[in-house]
């Protein structure tokens, strides 16, 4: 088999290169490990940066989006007992939209498989060979049967437990935090339009949706946490103290998802070796307390495909060898804001009373100095694609 460029993974990465390749004419195959119907459900964050939304409209992956996403125009942060607004709209004049990953991945799908993208879902033993010139995939496919795809340039996108950043030794960046996430799903309708990320002294708490009918909450657990440790009640009873606020009331509802994450910052530099392109989760991980994940992933693919497209078509070789120095502007600012915002906002036992100090003073500057809070706004919302910052 060929094609030009060979796709490993179909999370958001891998998905949306493979659209954004064919609209430039380019042609590629997506190898997928897991079953279609898995990736479709792996719930994950939900909150996509407003270039995200741009750049989805552009390509025409917006119509369901723009119908069930909800647009939202700003964030409380809690703590001491107050709420504050931040107030997106007003501070940058652009907002975020609430809309699950497992819902872009299946507009992706849907959106690749209605043009006649070649995705190949539950292959194995995905095997990379010939990176510095002739790039051949090795694969078992579905059906049991020994695959080798030949092509010109490889995307790895196959998030941070890939095979593809294990083929050479880029040079790893890593921050390990004390903690953990334990996340839910409730069939409950939300009680507040907006997010709502509390600094609790027993520790962060985040209130966020995916529906009108559905709520999704997280706490801040010890990182060994077991899920099935926490009962639903205690769950309720926990949220509930966290998050309260003056006139705010928590829905509770039946959980239909309960998971832990652990949190950590990776980087690998470079985001490439010879024709092998590192894009998304496979590159580098952010806590997930600025919602930067998926936000990051769309935007080092945005970049990559024009590069590919100039390589392919015309041998130009400079968006390729500009590639992992553009990316890694963006990726390190994002993973400073989360960084930052994860310092800002999660209480452990290594938060001694000066790191506490520190935490409130900063909370009450973010909220009370218009420059603090545009810094987080801007952040938030998204820095404009593009830009070097
Ligand atoms: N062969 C084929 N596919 C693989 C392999 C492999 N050896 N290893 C992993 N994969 C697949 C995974 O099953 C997954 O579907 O690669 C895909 C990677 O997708 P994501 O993990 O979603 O990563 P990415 O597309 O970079 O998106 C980043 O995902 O982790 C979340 O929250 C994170 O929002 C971020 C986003
Ligand atoms: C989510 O809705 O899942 C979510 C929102 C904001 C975050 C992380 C996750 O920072």
């Not at 996108?157 to 294990?166: A, K, M, T, V």
């Given at each position: 088999m060929r094609t030009q460029v060979g796709i490993i993974g179909a999370g958001p990465a891998g998905l949306l290169l493979s659209h954004l390749l064919a609209r430039a004419g380019i042609d590629s195959v997506v190898l997928e490990a897991r079953s279609r119907d898995y990736v479709e459900r792996r719930v994950r964050a939900g909150v996509l940066e407003h270039p995200t939304v741009e750049l989805l409209r552009e390509v025409g992956l917006a119509e369901r989006l723009d119908r069930e996403g909800m647009p939202h125009d700003g964030i409380s942060l809690r703590f001491d007992g107050g709420d504050h607004r931040i107030d997106f709209a007003d501070l940058v004049g652009r907002g975020i939209t609430v809309y699950g990953q497992q819902e872009v991945v299946k507009d992706l799908i849907a959106a690749r498989l209605r043009d006649g993208g070649d995705l190949r879902f539950e292959v194995s033993d995905v095997t990379l060979d010939g990176l510095a010139d002739a790039p051949v995939i090795g694969f078992t496919d579905a059906d049991g049967q020994r695959q080798e795809l030949r092509c010109d340039a490889v995307a790895g996108?196959?998030?941070?437990?890939?095979?593809?950043?294990?083929t050479f030794e880029p040079q790893m960046f890593d921050r390990e935090y004390p903690y953990a996430w334990l996340g839910i799903l409730a069939k409950a309708a939300p009680t507040q339009h907006e997010l709502a990320y509390a600094n609790h002294p027993r520790g962060f708490a985040l209130y966020s949706m995916r529906s009108p009918e559905i709520t999704r909450l997280y706490l801040q657990v010890p990182p060994d946490t077991d899920a099935g440790a926490w009962s639903d009640a205690r769950i309720w009873d926990e949220l509930g103290v966290r998050l309260a606020a003056d006139g705010f009331t928590l829905n509770e509802g039946p959980l239909i998802e309960k998971s832990v994450t652990g949190m950590r910052s990776v980087v690998a530099e470079p985001m490439r070796h010879g024709r092998l392109f590192l894009a998304g989760d496979a590159a580098h991980i952010v806590p997930p307390t600025g919602a930067k994940g998926m936000n990051l992933a769309i935007a080092d693919v945005r970049v990559l495909a024009e590069a590919l497209t100039d390589y392919l078509r015309r041998g130009d070789e400079s968006g390729v060898d500009a590639y992992s120095d553009t990316c890694l502007r963006r990726v390190w600012r994002a993973e400073h804001f989360s960084w930052w915002m994860t310092s800002m906002l999660h209480v452990s036992p290594d938060t001694d009373p000066f790191a506490r100090r520190l935490q409130l003073s900063q909370l009450h500057y973010t909220v009370t100095s218009r420059a603090a809070a545009t810094s987080l706004a801007e952040n938030y919302v998204g820095l404009p694609h593009g830009e070097n910052r």
């Open positions: 996108c196959d998030g941070f437990h890939g095979i593809s950043r294990g």
